[in-house]
T-cell receptor, first 114, second 110 residues
Framework: DAGVIQSPRHEVTEMGQEVTLRCKPI?????LFWYRQTMMRGLELLIY????????DSGMPEDRFSAKMPNASFSTLKIQPSEPRDSAVYFC????????????FGAGSRLTVL | AQRVTQPEKLLSVFKGAPVELKCNYS??????LFWYVQYSRQRLQLLLR??SRESIKGFTADLNKGETSFHLKKPFAQEEDSAMYYC????????????FGKGTKLSVIP
């Protein structure tokens, strides 16, 4: 297994543009997480999916952020419109059924909003 | 609510010296504690879990419920140990919730 795959690895965009980050979890894992990492706030959980269903989205900052998981092998995190304060590294992670809190992380997507 | 505190943002030690990365937590129940590590240009990865009681790459960590701490230790630091280390807490084995500390950057000086 290639692990958790994220794309793009780097994204530079201008304020107001739509940003879509993508994630492919490990096959067989039924939990998927999106985290945001910033210098000020560290790693924050944005949203948690279980069996493709959003269970906890309390960490999603505001309505500009949305996440979907249309099937077990794909998830997106969308920011529309993007703002400079959204600049961060966004991590996707997945975990297996029996160990939901043992996460395997992707390499991250570094977003810069100008 | 749970909280994880890593008091040191940066820790520098000489090669061969002992290392202790501090982690303190606040949680009223019986949590599960983890250490994750991120080497330069690599992804964040699990280093060890307290329930496994194992030593990984020479690192150990003991959960001290009285002091609510989970410090990471290694008797002799190696240059390849230089990385960011994150302590994390989960309310329990069946929980998806994982609260991370802000991390400590370990720099091992040759």
């Amino acid at each position: 297994d290639a692990g958790v795959i994220q794309s793009p690895r780097h994204e530079v965009t201008e304020m107001g543009q739509e940003v879509t980050l993508r994630c492919k979890p490990i096959s067989g894992h039924n939990s998927l997480f999106w985290y945001r990492q910033t210098m000020m706030r560290g790693l924050e959980l944005l949203i948690y999916f279980n069996n493709n269903v959003p269970i906890d989205d309390s960490g999603m900052p505001e309505d500009r952020f949305s996440a979907k998981m249309p099937n077990a092998s794909f998830s997106t995190l969308k920011i529309q419109p993007s703002e400079p304060r959204d600049s961060a590294v966004y991590f996707c992670a997945s975990s297996p059924l029996k160990r939901p809190n043992v996460l395997t992380f992707g390499a991250g997507s570094r977003l810069t909003v100008l | 609510a749970q909280r994880v505190t890593q008091p040191e943002k940066l820790l520098s030690v000489f090669k061969g010296a002992p290392v202790e990365l501090k982690c303190n937590y606040s949680y009223s129940g019986s949590p599960e504690l983890f250490w994750y590590v991120q080497y330069s240009r690599q992804r964040l990865q699990l280093l060890l879990r307290h329930i496994s009681r194992e030593s990984i790459k020479g690192f150990t960590a003991d959960l001290n419920k009285g002091e609510t701490s989970f410090h990471l230790k290694k008797p002799f630091a190696q240059e390849e140990d230089s990385a960011m280390y994150y302590c994390a807490l989960s309310p329990g084995a069946g929980s998806y919730q994982l609260t991370f500390g802000k991390g400590t950057k370990l720099s091992v000086i040759p």
